[in-house]
Structures are given as structure tokens and as C-alpha cells.
């Protein structure tokens, strides 16, 4: 894990009791993210700072850090989109929220709609992961075909944006 170096000099017996809260560069440092990054993904709704400092710095906890290591390996290795990480996230949130609604939930009709809008999610979920698959299987079927002496991977992608 990365440490930033300011981090390594304060007295933990000053720290506020609970869980330790970082501010952006730390957190920058520790997911290999820039603070304008995170900054960004804060205002696209993507993430809400766990605290605000009495100087307003933004703070976050060790569940912020997952959270954006998350994005960060959607974006990059997966190729998502910002706009469907925030489905996928919103998704998540909504199951966590529906199961302790299901769990809650006496009456079997109200059972019965939270199971049908987590199978509407679900299949959502599933639809976007398919055509994720179906554009990313195009793209490196396009790279190989010019490496066996068809045209241009991004031949036409100029025109087309």
C-alpha cells in the first residue's frame, strides 16, 4: 500500500477516535487516482466524501477507497463508461436497500414486487454486460483483423465522432 509521507508523521493519539478519514491527495496516492479525478467522480455523483474537515477538505474512509478502486478498474480494464459505473453502483446500492425492504417486508405481495424489480435490475445488469462483451469482442476482433492484412482498426472512427 502506498503511504504518503505526510500521513506517516501524525500522532495517532491526536486522531479523532473511529475510522481513520484521508484527505484527497492521500486517497489519490493510495488508489493511484488524481485528485481531479476524484474530484470529477464526486460531482458526476459517482462518490460522496465519508466527512468534511472544519476547513471543508474533503475526507474519506477505507469503504470510499474501495469504492474507487472499483471505478477506477471498471473504467480501465473493463472499458465502462462513467454513466454505466453509476447504473452499476446505483444497482448495488438498490439490491442492498431491497433485501433489507424484502427481509422487512410481512406481506407477500410486497415480497413479490421486490423480487420482480431485483429480476428487472438483474437483467438489466446482465443486457449491459452482454453488449459490454458483444463491443469489446468487436473492437479486438477489428485489431486482429488488421494484423492479418485487413483495413484499420480505427479506420473510420475519425468521420464517425
Known sequence: MVRNPASA???P???PPGPRLL???EV???TGLTPRSIRYYEEFGLLQPAARSQG???LYDTSDLERLRFIRELRDDAGFSLAQIGLLLEDEAARIRDAERFRAAGDMEDREAILRGLLERVDRQ???LEDKKKNRR???RAHLDELEGGRSAHEGQVAAR
Do not use: F, K, M, P
Open 126 to 128: 446482465v443486457a449491459t
Open 138 to 140: 468487436e473492437h479486438l
Open 23 to 25: 484527505r484527497i491527495q
Open 56 to 58: 471543508d477538505y474533503r
Open 13 to 15: 493519539a491526536s486522531d
Open 9 to 11: 508523521t501524525r500522532n
Open 28 to 30: 489519490a496516492a493510495e
